[in-house]
């Protein structure tokens, strides 16, 4: 490969970085206003292959009593329903913090094309922390995963909620708290 090829991939891979930046700022601001009526700070975007904004969410579990509303499932369903088409290969799902079993369920129910998160879940992570569900026997989908963009500010934000909660000490203590 050429020197300049070389150097136009690292461009390209500059500006694909950019965009994964940029998107989940966009998640962040929604899981600061599901903080705001008291729910754990996730938020999620989801985005077509031309880069266009399809649905945001914001987590609803408190705020709407259901065990469902996390941030990916309201931004799957919203699509879908947008699209009026439950297959969303052509989509990027980004969202804050790693999805759960029931999400990441969803996302490959979806056959969305690439999932890009934040932070790692080490209570639920069902991607890679505790579980693997996309690379499992259980998916019949392969799925492009992208961690770790903006991973600072997203465990941060968690931490910062959970700790104004002051969740008492025991073992299921969230996001690394001391
Ligand atoms: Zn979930």
Not at 52 to 80: F, G, V, W, Y
Not at 81 to 97: D, P
Not at 104 to 127: E, F, H, N, W
Request: charged share 20%.
């Amino acid at each position: 490969m050429s020197k300049k090829k070389v150097r136009s991939l690292k461009e390209l891979n500059y500006q694909a970085y950019l965009k994964h930046r940029y998107w989940m700022g966009q998640c962040l601001k929604l899981a600061q206003t599901a903080a705001t009526w008291g729910d754990v700070p996730v938020g999620a975007v989801m985005i077509d292959r031309q880069g266009n904004l399809i649905t945001e969410a914001a987590n609803c579990k408190e705020k709407n009593q259901d065990p469902t509303a996390h941030a990916e499932m309201i931004a799957i369903r919203a699509a879908s329903q947008i699209q009026q088409n439950w297959h969303l290969n052509n989509y990027t799902l980004y969202v804050t913090l790693e999805p759960c079993p029931m999400c990441a369920g969803a996302i490959l129910q979806a056959r969305i094309s690439t999932l890009v998160y934040g932070t790692d879940d080490p209570k639920t992570g069902a991607i890679r922390t505790v579980a693997n569900l996309p690379d499992s026997n259980l998916s019949y989908h392969k799925l492009k995963v992208i961690a770790g963009i903006r991973e600072l500010e997203c465990r941060q934000q968690l931490q910062n909620w959970f700790e104004s909660k002051r969740i008492p000490n025991s073992s299921s203590k969230p996001f690394g708290l001391k």
